[in-house]
């Protein structure tokens, strides 16, 4: 990690940290695809989900049974609407164009 990053990088784990012990689960882990914009976050490894539903805000519900495993957030950084911006954050918010993307197939 380069050395300028370091201090954005503290104060945005710090604001996170109110919001992160406010989740109902003591277990979960989150992975972000850059390239297709989407947020995962698991509340179990691995989550073997066997159902999908999706909410009216766009939000995949991956449950187990009856228990929710994980949610998938598609188009995840037009969520940031109303967050305070990071230094230098400001700008790139500003120019980004939500798209709607699917992630790309891996050929066999």
Not at 7 to 33: C, G, I, N, R, W
Not at 40 to 57: G, H, L, V, W
Not at 64 to 72: H, Y
Request: overall charge positive.
């Amino acid at each position: 990690m380069e050395a300028s990053l370091e201090p954005q990088t503290v104060q945005t784990v710090t604001e996170a940290v109110p919001l992160l012990l406010k989740f109902p689960m003591e277990h979960f882990s989150v992975d972000y695809d850059k390239e297709a914009d989407i947020l995962y976050i698991s509340f179990r490894r691995p989550q073997k989900a066997k159902d999908t539903r999706m909410t009216d805000e766009g939000l995949l519900l991956r449950y187990q049974g009856k228990e929710l495993v994980g949610i998938t957030i598609l188009e995840a950084s037009s969520r940031t609407a109303g967050l305070p911006a990071l230094p230098g954050e400001a700008e790139s918010r500003a120019s980004a164009v939500p798209t709607r993307r699917r992630p790309a197939k891996k050929k066999a």
